[in-house]
């Protein structure tokens, strides 16, 4: 069984699935560093950045809506933000009853609520972006290159292989709780809550237990191969002139936008 | 989404950028200590061990129960981690999972994952292991019991923690946030007690030796006993303050400079500003409950160590 | 693909031409359970011979002891070096491992990352690398899976690669635990054609007792931690009282 859920690289020949992995983490970082940066309303600003993501998608060839049809995720967040409307003092603009009580909405509040809107969702896009046209690995070599220790990225590497064969492990165990879970017409199946909690903490020990095991075995087959206590990679990504060119010319772009949201 | 235990993830936007690097710091230099130290302790296992680790933490958190009302538990696993692993590797396969989570599934921002790693991997595995590890020679039923309440005090915490972030960067109301936050995931960190002292109970029957003497959970500082602590003090302490007085806190806060360092777009905060429906009532029980199963636990914690003493 | 053979035996001393010798090898679990019990048998170059016999026999702790992951009593040499603690790195690039689930043996991400893993622990130049890689995977026929991931590929493929990480470290005994195990009937026909044209001595435990017939001309069983029977696989798989003796069927 294979979880296609889990790949979000989509293979295109594109500029942007050229670059160095460095350039295109560097930028998606600078990028989002840039939009929190950005004051509460600066529009001009937001809808620059915003072409910024639309360009980047058709550079990417994955289509001008790529990144906004997969933005949503970060939308369920907005909750928490959702008192700035009534917090922030300020003109009000709509007052409505809720639960007995008055909220009266202010013009700076929704400012600030729809700015909060708009730099995650903008951050986002650009996120989804950079692992629709970076291979996983690339990324870890990026942050290798990076100077991300090397036991993180190794944790990061072994992590990104086997989560798909652990997985397919947790839907095996899945399969055959359910299997086994049948009901009684008429009668509520399974047992109190206590019992469920049971059943599925029984599960990750179970799950814990294979992985031990499983590590076990990587182990040898490691030392099999020459595996001493210190790992040795392979990942020349070489920057070629292109790239640097790349992220000089996105930064000063990102440069502007932080310049005209401050005008 | 199917990969999200509980809504901790802050996605990139919704921290400001100074609370983004408060966070990176305070992040960077415990994983600092945690890398060298498990460096110094480093079996040639560890290495596949804590990668294996990692994908099983990541998997775990998909298994999910039903509770009531189409909700389900979940696993956070940071408490978990940290017992079953050793307080520092357990910080770094957290480290890992929330970085792939954020990198490859957007599962919580990047710039804000400074912060994600510290509410979700490295205070968790701080409050799991320390208290675990207060009475780590005590009967089985005493373990798995502060196990389970380390476990749901650890995601309180990550929820504070969460909470007092979004309140420093301007994006929510600290007297809503907080309860809001706190009464969330009072629930959640039930499901995660549960698992977490289900799983280990199976771990503690097949395979003792993992969690006995000599074990990497065996070999962490005691010292961790009063960092667990001091952590598990501040959350107890500071929810009923910041529920109850907000205001007090906020004062504090702007005394300290934090409100206008941390809120890129400054702006006064109503006095005296409640919200009805939220009511006295509401807090106080949530806050009830809160002071009553602290009290419990410390109590059960220096029962323990009483007990070890004499022994 | 012919055999080569070492032709000037007479100018070197006997060992030299067994690739493994194994002599009277005993080990015990930490737990005190006994998994073997003096095992002795010895591999020419170019052979290839199967390894059979029940769960629990031994066959896989034997193979653990052929490149130091398990250290037992007794002498395990490889093509005339006694294996011991300071040549491991040495006795580790002569013998190639494969284990039997490909998940285990395929940790890396990319399929380039797991079949260098080898080469780059032996020390080797970024140039030696890559040329080990790509003929490694030249002789598993699986050139164009290079930068592939690993998770995408099928367990057949998985399997050829397992066999291509330990090709890249150019070992003289390709030692095999269980290798058809898991796979439909193409991918285990292709995987049969693949170890019939590898020039390499090979020892192969394996359950699969056609693959036996058709591929290795020379059988060794063990049941409890012993060699039973060391032979040509005509005669072994031809008394079936014998084969039934152990747990084993006749193909």
């Excluded at chain 1, 076990?216 to 920057?239: C, F, K, P, Q, S």
């Excluded at chain 3, 010798?21 to 003096?38: I, K, T």
Aim: aromatic share 8%; charged share 15%.
């Amino acid at each position: 069984m294979h979880f296609d859920a889990f790949d979000r690289y989509h293979e295109k020949e594109s500029f942007l699935h050229k670059l160095d992995p460095r350039v295109k983490v560097l930028v998606t970082v600078i990028f989002i560093v840039s939009n929190a940066l950005l004051p509460d309303g600066a529009w001009l600003a937001f809808i620059l950045a915003w072409l910024f993501v639309v360009v980047a998608n058709v550079i990417s060839k994955l289509g001008i809506g790529f990144t906004l049809k997969r933005s949503i995720i970060a939308l369920p967040f907005a909750l928490i933000a959702i008192t700035v409307l009534f917090s922030i003092p300020g003109e009000p603009l709509y007052t409505f009853n809720f639960l007995s009580s008055q909220l009266t909405i202010t013009d700076n509040g929704l400012l600030r609520f729809v700015s909060i809107l708009i730099r995650s969702w903008l951050s986002v896009q650009m996120a989804i972006l950079l692992v629709a046209v970076t291979r996983f690995p690339d990324l870890i070599h990026a942050l290798e290159h990076l100077r991300v220790p090397a036991i993180l990225t190794t944790i990061i590497a072994f992590l990104y292989r086997y989560l798909f064969v652990m997985t397919d492990e947790v839907f095996r165990l899945i399969r055959a709780r359910e299997s086994r879970s049948g009901g009684v017409a008429g009668r509520r199946s399974g047992g109190g809550v206590l019992w469920r909690a049971k059943i599925a903490g029984n599960m990750v020990g179970q799950l814990f237990l294979r992985s031990f095991e499983r590590s076990d075995r990587i182990y040898n087959a490691m030392v099999a191969r020459g595996y001493a206590g210190h790992l040795y990679t392979l990942n020349a990504h070489e920057m070629k002139s292109y790239d640097y060119f790349a992220t000089a010319f996105a930064i000063g772009l990102i440069f502007i936008l932080q310049v005209i949201g401050r005008l | 989404m199917l990969l999200s235990p509980a809504p901790l993830h802050i996605p990139d936007g919704f921290l400001s950028i100074v609370v983004s690097i408060i966070c990176w710091v305070i992040t960077i230099v415990t994983l600092y200590f945690a890398i060298s130290k498990t460096n110094q302790a480093l079996g040639e296992k560890q290495i596949p061990l804590m990668g294996v680790m990692a994908a099983f933490i990541f998997a775990a958190q998909m298994i999910n129960f039903p509770v009531a009302g189409g909700t389900s538990g979940h696993l956070l696993g940071g408490a978990l981690a940290a017992i079953v692993l050793g307080p520092w590797a357990g910080m770094l396969v957290m480290t890992a999972v929330i970085a792939l989570q954020a990198l490859l599934f957007q599962d919580g921002g990047l710039v804000v994952m400074g912060a994600n790693i510290l509410n979700m991997g490295l205070i968790t595995a701080a409050i799991g292991y320390g208290l675990y590890r207060s009475v780590s020679s005590q009967s089985k039923a005493v373990k798995l019991g502060v196990a389970g309440f380390a476990a749901w005090l650890s995601v309180m915490a990550g929820a504070l923690f969460t909470a007092l972030q979004l309140w420093l960067s301007g994006t929510s109301q600290l007297n809503i946030v907080i309860p809001a936050m706190m009464g969330v995931h009072a629930l959640i960190g039930v499901g995660e007690a549960l698992i977490t002292v289900a799983a280990l109970s199976f771990i503690m029957q097949t395979r003792p030796d993992l969690l006995g003497e000599g074990s990497e959970s065996a070999k962490g500082s005691r010292n961790w006993i009063y960092a667990g602590g001091i952590i598990s003090l501040f959350v107890v302490l500071i929810s009923p303050f910041a529920s109850g007085d907000p205001d007090g806190l906020e004062r504090v806060a702007i005394d300290m400079g934090f409100i206008d360092a941390g809120q890129d777009a400054p702006y006064s905060i109503i006095p005296d500003y409640t919200l009805p429906f939220l009511g006295e009532t509401a807090l106080s029980t949530i806050l009830a409950g809160i002071v009553g199963i602290v009290v419990v636990a410390v109590i059960m914690v220096l029962v323990g160590r009483g007990l070890k003493a004499k022994s | 693909m012919p055999v080569t053979h070492i032709q000037n035996t007479f100018t070197q001393p006997e060992t030299s031409n067994d690739v493994l010798s194994v002599n009277d090898l005993h080990f015990s679990y930490p737990d005190g359970h006994a998994a073997l019990h003096g095992v002795s048998l010895k591999l020419c170059s170019g052979d290839k011979v199967a390894l059979v016999g029940p769960n629990g026999a031994g066959k896989s702790t034997l193979m653990l002891h052929l490149n130091g992951i398990l250290n037992g009593k007794g002498e395990v040499e490889i093509s005339g070096k006694r294996l011991t603690r300071d040549n491991l790195p040495a006795i580790r690039a002569m013998v190639g491992l494969v284990f039997q689930n490909p998940d285990d043996q395929l940790f890396s991400p990319t399929v380039f990352e797991d079949v260098a893993f080898g080469p780059l622990h032996m020390g080797l130049t970024e140039d030696e690398v890559r040329a080990r890689v790509d003929n490694a995977l030249e002789a598993v026929k699986m050139t164009a899976y290079k930068d592939r991931l690993s998770h995408h590929l099928s367990v057949g493929e998985k399997k050829r690669i397992a066999i291509a990480t330990v090709l890249s470290m150019n070992p003289s005994l390709l030692v095999l635990d269980e290798p058809s195990a898991g796979l439909d009937p193409r991918a285990r026909r292709t995987l049969i054609n693949l170890l019939r044209e590898l020039p390499i001595t090979m020892l192969v435990s394996t359950h699969d007792m056609a693959l036996v017939k058709e591929l290795f001309p020379r059988t060794i069983v063990m049941d409890e931690g012993k060699v039973v029977a060391d032979g040509l696989t005509q005669d072994i798989l031809a008394d079936e009282a014998f084969l039934n003796q152990h747990g084993l069927e006749k193909p």
